[in-house]
């Protein structure tokens, strides 16, 4: 296969596949986190990676360089590693390909995961995803998503997933879902929202609401618990650090009020309008000097 490098071919059947790619589709990180997290716990083995030469503008994505235990200078490139954990007698087994987007050539790209799907037999492709939003830190994280069919949508709806109405700028994330389609895979996307106003990066507390909802979704045993805890902790450092904040604190109130009337009207988020007016009156006080905005 152009373009793949392989490292071992097991002869095992795969029937799920789960993706998740770095960069604009992943918010906090929360979805490569994600993956990596179900690789270091199965754990899964790297059975093959794509060459990023023919992908990546290394002006934009640039390689970074390392200095190994041996005292080597080393370049890393931008990886795009599939692994696999094989079915035993509790689970089916899995396919997992967490990446980068890629600069260029979305479309052979997408073709090259689709056919490592193919390879091993998966029936179904649940890509993970994360998107800056304007959502309380202070409640439960929003999950959204998407499927290909009826069948599939009603599963995504029972399990809580709202449907995305997104449009606008798109990630390889669409043109790998298209990729699906021609090749036939079944595929449900499961996107993790992340507030906005929080800058600091990874988002665990994001990562584990994917993963819940996922584990509902398909078919794996992961302890949940470590990041858990993790999200805990990460709460708490979000608090210490707009405590002081009195703009954003009350933004956060604001944010908090119309999460929990959603829920309770068991209806969805405001319109994204009225989000987008209630982002740009927080941007607009964060740049005022400090004495307009009350602050001390």
Same mark, same amino acid.
């Given at each position: #296969?152009?373009?793949? %490098?392989?490292?071992?071919?097991?002869? !095992?059947?795969?029937?799920?596949?789960?993706?998740?790619?770095?960069?604009?589709?992943?918010? /906090?990180?929360? /979805?490569?986190?994600?993956?990596?997290?179900?690789?270091?716990?199965?754990?899964?083995?790297?059975?093959?990676?794509?060459?990023?030469?023919?992908?990546?503008?290394?002006?934009?994505?640039?390689?970074?360089?390392?200095?190994?235990?041996?005292?080597?200078?080393?370049?890393?490139?931008?990886?795009?590693?599939?692994?696999?954990?094989?079915?035993?007698?509790?689970?089916?087994?899995?396919?997992?390909?967490?990446?980068?987007?890629?600069?260029? *050539?979305?479309?052979?790209?997408?073709? %090259? !995961?689709?056919?490592?799907?193919?390879?091993?037999?998966?029936?179904?492709?649940?890509?993970?995803?994360?998107?800056?939003?304007?959502?309380?830190?202070?409640?439960?994280?929003?999950?959204?998503?998407?499927?290909?069919?009826?069948?599939?949508?009603?599963? !995504?709806?029972?399990?809580?997933?709202?449907?995305?109405?997104?449009?606008?700028?798109?990630?390889?994330?669409?043109?790998?879902?298209?990729?699906?389609?021609?090749?036939?895979?079944?595929?449900?996307?499961?996107?993790?929202?992340?507030?906005?106003?929080?800058?600091?990066?990874?988002?665990?507390?994001?990562?584990?609401?994917?993963?819940?909802?996922?584990?509902?979704?398909?078919?794996?045993?992961?302890?949940?618990?470590?990041? *858990?805890?993790?999200?805990? /902790?990460?709460?708490?450092?979000?608090?210490?650090?707009?405590?002081?904040?009195?703009?954003?604190?009350?933004?956060?109130?604001?944010?908090?009020?119309?999460?929990? *009337?959603?829920?309770?009207?068991?209806?969805? #988020?405001?319109?994204?309008?009225?989000? !987008?007016?209630?982002?740009?009156?927080?941007?607009?006080?964060?740049?005022?000097?400090?004495?307009?905005?009350?602050?001390?």
């Amino acid at each position: #296969m152009d373009g793949l %490098i392989t490292h071992e071919t097991p002869d !095992v059947k795969l029937p799920t596949m789960i993706v998740a790619f770095a960069g604009w589709p992943d918010a /906090a990180e929360a /979805a490569t986190r994600a993956i990596r997290y179900m690789v270091r716990k199965l754990p899964a083995k790297k059975i093959a990676e794509i060459d990023p030469e023919e992908f990546f503008d290394f002006t934009v994505v640039r390689p970074q360089t390392r200095v190994n235990r041996r005292g080597e200078r080393i370049i890393r490139w931008p990886r795009n590693d599939f692994y696999y954990y094989p079915p035993d007698e509790t689970q089916s087994g899995i396919l997992l390909y967490v990446g980068t987007e890629p600069n260029l *050539k979305w479309r052979a790209f997408s073709n %090259i !995961v689709c056919e490592m799907a193919l390879k091993y037999e998966v029936k179904l492709v649940v890509s993970l995803g994360a998107l800056l939003d304007a959502v309380p830190h202070t409640r439960e994280p929003r999950i959204t998503g998407r499927a290909s069919s009826k069948d599939l949508t009603e599963k !995504v709806k029972w399990l809580g997933i709202q449907n995305s109405g997104y449009q606008g700028p798109t990630g390889i994330h669409t043109a790998f879902l298209d990729a699906c389609d021609k090749h036939g895979l079944a595929h449900a996307s499961i996107w993790g929202h992340c507030p906005h106003y929080v800058n600091t990066s990874p988002n665990p507390r994001v990562s584990h609401a994917l993963l819940t909802k996922l584990r509902s979704f398909v078919d794996f045993n992961v302890d949940l618990q470590e990041l *858990k805890l993790s999200g805990e /902790a990460f709460d708490e450092e979000v608090a210490k650090a707009i405590a002081k904040q009195d703009d954003v604190t009350s933004y956060v109130t604001r944010l908090e009020q119309r999460y929990d *009337k959603a829920h309770q009207l068991e209806d969805d #988020m405001p319109s994204p309008d009225d989000m !987008v007016r209630e982002l740009e009156e927080f941007l607009k006080s964060q740049r005022r000097p400090p004495s307009a905005q009350g602050g001390g």
